[in-house]
């Protein structure tokens, strides 16, 4: 099968650029490159007017001889160029045998056979700065995702960092990066290994790692919302801000992530996430943590964010520690 895909998207690679034609619901016709379908905007690059956005239910019908990775809101990922003879509203992906005519509005994701690695990444990077002049206090945030995905695989990593500094008191820090490699199954579910690092002064936590499985589905998949839900096990180690010991145990991890995009001018996102972990050797502890964000296209790539983070234990391992921390952040930033 690979090699079969192989062969065929070498055999097309020669008519891709700028051939591809898109059919509006209006009957306009555009000409150019298909580069991505996701988020409901379909990216067309075109020799006069560089690169545009589509929105993807204003759109009647596709050709391309580009080989393209078309998946459905169902799960199933379909491979081929999309081909003359589609009735309004639908597709026709020409496989290597024969070709499947698939709704318009139940594809959520294209994007051409990438040969090029640093091309399957996907991702955002933002950073954002305050200052209150009254007691010299300043805030710094940086936050930064990326995702690689393949019909089988996906990997994700993401690092945020705050800290919050004034004249008076201590500079406190609230760091938190994960990485998580699944591997994607039929209907949307998917399993695989999770890495969990953060640090929260004001919860008394120097430094805490966790590592194990899990697994989940996204109940939801459509070019207007993603959600999904996960289920796992992680083997956690921590180092009070106070104590230079180590201490060990076992957590459940319980975690939810919605994503809601607005695909029409202004466009915008909402996103949520949450993550409550039980905690299995220390009877009757828990923790969660959770964000909800805003951001608002300002200009082709680049937008402005304002973000909620929050942390709880309900059980701090210092005393006198707080048992929760949150923030509110404005920055601006990019995709890639």
């Known amino acids: 099968m690979a090699l079969a895909l192989a062969l065929l998207a070498g055999a097309l690679a020669v008519a891709a650029p700028k051939t591809d034609v898109i059919t509006l619901n209006n009957g306009d016709r555009l000409t150019g490159e298909i580069k991505s379908l996701e988020r409901g905007k379909l990216l067309l690059g075109t020799d006069d007017l560089g690169d545009i956005e589509i929105e993807w239910d ?7 001889n580009q080989v393209l990775q078309v998946e459905l809101n169902s799960g199933v990922v379909v491979f081929g160029p999309l081909i003359e003879g589609a009735p309004p509203g639908t597709v026709l992906v020409q496989g290597s045998s024969s ?49 690689y995905r ?5 990997g994700k990593f993401a690092a945020n960092i705050t800290t919050n500094s004034s004249a008076t008191d201590e500079t406190s820090r ?25 640090r929260n002064d004001e919860l008394g936590i120097r430094e805490r790692y966790s590592w194990g499985a899990g697994g989940g589905r996204f109940l939801i998949f459509t070019n207007k919302l ?10 956690t180690h921590e180092i009070d ?14 975690g939810t992530s919605l994503d809601w995009f607005r695909f029409r001018k ?7 996430d949450l993550a409550v972990l039980p905690n299995l050797t220390e009877s009757g502890r828990w923790r ?48 890639f």
Not at 226 to 235: R, S
């Open 226 to 235: 993603q959600w999904n839900l996960t289920l796992g096990i992680l083997d």
């Open 241 to 254: 801000v106070d104590s230079p010991e180590k201490s060990r145990s076992v957590e459940g991890l319980l």
């Open 58 to 64: 204003t759109v009647a019908s596709v050709r391309t």
């Open 266 to 272: 202004p466009e915008f996102d909402l996103s949520s």
């Open 174 to 198: 609230r760091a938190l990066s994960s990485l998580e490699l699944y591997h994607l199954f039929e209907d949307r579910w998917y399993a695989g290994g999770l890495l969990r690092a953060d």
């Open 288 to 335: 969660a943590s959770y964000s909800l964000a805003f951001k608002w296209q300002i200009y082709r790539d680049f937008y402005w964010k304002v973000q909620f983070n929050g942390d709880y234990d309900n059980r701090s391992r210092e005393a006198g520690a707080a048992h929760d921390d949150y923030s509110l952040i404005t920055s601006l930033g990019s995709t």
């Open 99 to 147: 070709a499947t005519q698939l709704p318009i509005l139940n594809v959520v994701r294209m994007a051409p056979i990438e040969k090029d690695l640093l091309k399957r990444f996907k991702g955002s990077i933002s950073a954002g700065y305050s200052l209150l002049a009254a007691n010299q206090q300043e805030q710094f945030n940086f936050d930064f995702n990326t995702q």
């Open 150 to 154: 393949t019909p089988r695989f996906l």
